[in-house]
């Protein structure tokens, strides 16, 4: 017995991440987690560019 909050990004790669608290737990600390898990994965990791030899 719990509660659960579920954040997923319904493009491709498709994180989930899924926040389980006690019936007791303060929900508004469970909506800041889902809201740093949305931040996590609006950022771009992957960086275009060239190698210093010239290939992509």
């Known amino acids: 017995m719990g509660v659960s909050m579920e954040a997923e990004e319904l493009e491709d790669g498709g994180y989930q991440f899924t926040i ?9 600390q469970l ?4 809201a740093k898990a949305e ?3 609006a950022e771009i990791y992957i960086q275009k ?7 992509c």
Do not use: C, S, T, Y
């Not at 909506?31 to 889902?34: K, S, V």
């Open 20 to 28: 389980h608290g006690e019936l007791d737990v303060d929900q508004g």
């Open 31 to 34: 909506l800041e987690l889902i």
């Open 39 to 41: 931040r996590g994965m």
């Open 49 to 55: 560019g060239e190698f210093p030899n010239g290939q």
